[in-house]
Structure formats: C-alpha cells, structure tokens
C-alpha cells in the first residue's frame, strides 16, 4: 500500500463520513412538523445511510489491503442555511461534486503511485455511483427549478408536488437497472411437460393468437416446442384453400 495513497484514503475517508452527516442533518430538518416534507427526509436519509456505507466500505478496503485508517476530526455539518428545498438540492449537488473531486485525485494518485489495485477499486465502486447522484441531483434541480419550489423555508405548491409526484422522493431508492431480466419460468412450466413431448396442434396455434396462457416472461429466451406431427401443413394447405 503506497503511504500517499494510505493518506489520501483516510482524508477521503472523513469526507466521506462529513458528508454522510450532512445529509442526514437535511433528512432532519424536512422532518420537522413546521416543514412536514416526509418523502423528501426519507430520500436524503437513504442518501446518508448510503454514503456512510461508502465510507465503511473505503475503511475495510484499507484493513484489507493492509493499511490503517487515521481517524480525521469530523467538522459540523455546514448546512443551516439550506432551509428550503432548492438550497437544500443545491447543497447536496455542491457536496457530491466535492467528493466526486476527491475520488478522481485519488484515482490519479494511485496511477502514479502504481496501485492499480486501488485505481481500479475507486473508479468502479466510489466515482460510479457518485456520477450517477450527480445526474439524479441535476434532473431534480430542474424540476424543482420548474414548479418555483421555496428557497426561504416557507413550503410552497412547488414543494409539495416533488414530495408527492418526483419518483426518487416517493421511492426513496435508486431506479432498478434496465439490465436486469426478470427470472424466467422453469424449462418444464415452459413447455408444460418432460423434455420430448410435443403439444397439439391446436394449444400452439393459440399461443400464436395469443389466446392461450403465458409460459415466459418477454425477457425469457425459452422457445416452446413446435408441433411437427404434419397438421400444421395441412392446416396452413386448408387455409390457403379458403
């Protein structure tokens, strides 16, 4: 582990855990019964919760490697200002971009450092997810920007659209990856019986109609056995005959 790069960590590290602390000040304040914004707490409390197991995880990372993680002193979090819902966005995009500042210098110190190891660890798992907030941070300034949400503390209409309407405040999770095919139905649901039986003519034809029961999902690649028994020419012969 080179000393730079264990140095390096353990600044990261307390940012990590300062911005952990910043967040769930925010996720506090919308809380409270004089703002009663209940969709908006949840939502940056996950985000405090989700960042203070970043830090956990950057400080196992350098027990596993062999290195120490040097306790920093953890100052206040700087956000009581933000009493309305824009200051308190634009503080959180603010201190993401910080962070996302943090990682790519210790990205590029490890380079030069010749800690590829490392390198390779930041860049996937810590400056990853700190661009895809970054983006999430974005989209909702601009709606908020749209419905003239408060920035004094005073709630307005605005404020109560995105903690009715905006999806991420209403789920409080990161959206499920387009990648990720739903399971697909057993091989024998599929087919409906052992490998080698054929069904009738008449049950395939209505799942070409759609008619008949589904037996996959649309991400199931499973193709259901064709009827070769010979009817199938004969009915396509009869209907070319109509």
Request: hydrophobic share 35%.
């Amino acid at each position: 582990f080179p000393p730079a790069v264990e140095e390096a960590l353990c600044g990261v590290t307390g940012a990590q855990l300062e911005l952990h602390y910043c967040l769930q000040a925010l996720g506090e304040y919308f809380d409270q019964s004089h703002v009663a914004l209940p969709n908006i707490s949840k939502f940056f409390l996950h985000q405090a919760l989700e960042e203070r197991k970043a830090a956990e995880a950057l400080m196992k990372y350098q027990q596993e490697r062999g290195g120490h993680y040097c306790s920093k002193t953890i100052q206040k979090p700087n956000c009581d200002y933000a009493v309305g819902l824009m200051k308190a966005l634009e503080l959180a995009m603010v201190q993401w971009k910080t962070m996302l500042r943090y990682f790519e210098e210790l990205y590029a110190l490890s380079v030069e450092n010749a800690d590829p190891h490392s390198a390779s660890t930041i860049k996937k798992q810590f400056i990853g997810p700190k661009i895809w907030k970054i983006k999430m941070m974005g989209d909702l300034l601009t709606n908020a920007r749209r419905l003239d949400c408060s920035q004094d503390g005073r709630n307005s209409l605005g404020d109560y659209f995105m903690d009715r309407l905006q999806k991420e405040f209403r789920t409080s999770i990161e959206p499920e990856s387009s990648d990720h095919c739903s399971p697909c139905p057993p091989l024998q649901q599929c087919t409906g019986a052992a490998e080698g039986l054929k069904r009738p003519q008449k049950e395939c034809s209505q799942h070409r109609n759609g008619i008949g029961p589904i037996y996959a999902t649309i991400h199931c690649t499973t193709m259901l056995p064709q009827c070769n028994d010979g009817t199938g020419a004969k009915v396509r012969q009869g209907r070319e005959g109509l």
